[in-house]
């Protein structure tokens, strides 16, 4: 069982950039595809990125495309989101997760804690 650690959350101002980090602690998920979704108060989770474990390729949610940029190096066991431009939009609690595909949609699989991302007008 993979167990997923987020970082990199803060408080910024809108326009400003973050670079999340989240990394097994437990386990390893090079052959895991690997997404951030993100969940503000009282709105449904959304979807933010997936990284595919097999070519690389990546996915981004309509809202952040062209701002955000996922990664992940498997030999450091890490993902990263690189968030820029943000938006107060982007205020929310992001997590990192294992993903499968289901047509176009992504599932999480196993879940990290989560990281607080807020972004001030």
């Known amino acids: 069982q993979v167990q997923l650690v987020e970082s990199g959350g803060g408080s910024v101002q809108a326009g400003d950039s973050l670079r999340l980090s989240c990394a097994a602690s437990?386990?390893?998920?090079?052959?895991?595809?690997m997404a951030w979704f993100r969940q503000a108060p009282g709105k449904e989770r959304e979807f933010v990125a997936t990284?595919?474990?097999?070519?690389?390729?990546?996915y981004y949610g309509d809202s952040v495309k062209g701002r955000f940029t996922i990664s992940r190096d498997n030999a450091k066991n890490t993902v990263y989101l690189q968030m820029n431009s943000l938006k107060p939009e982007d205020t929310a609690v992001y997590y990192c997760?294992?993903?499968?595909?289901?047509?176009?949609?992504?599932?999480?699989?196993?879940w990290g804690q989560g990281t607080q991302v807020t972004v001030s007008s």
């Open positions: 990284i595919t474990w097999s070519s690389g390729r990546t």
């Open positions: 997760a294992t993903t499968t595909r289901s047509g176009d949609r992504w599932t999480g699989n196993y």
């Open positions: 437990r386990g390893t998920f090079s052959s895991y595809s």
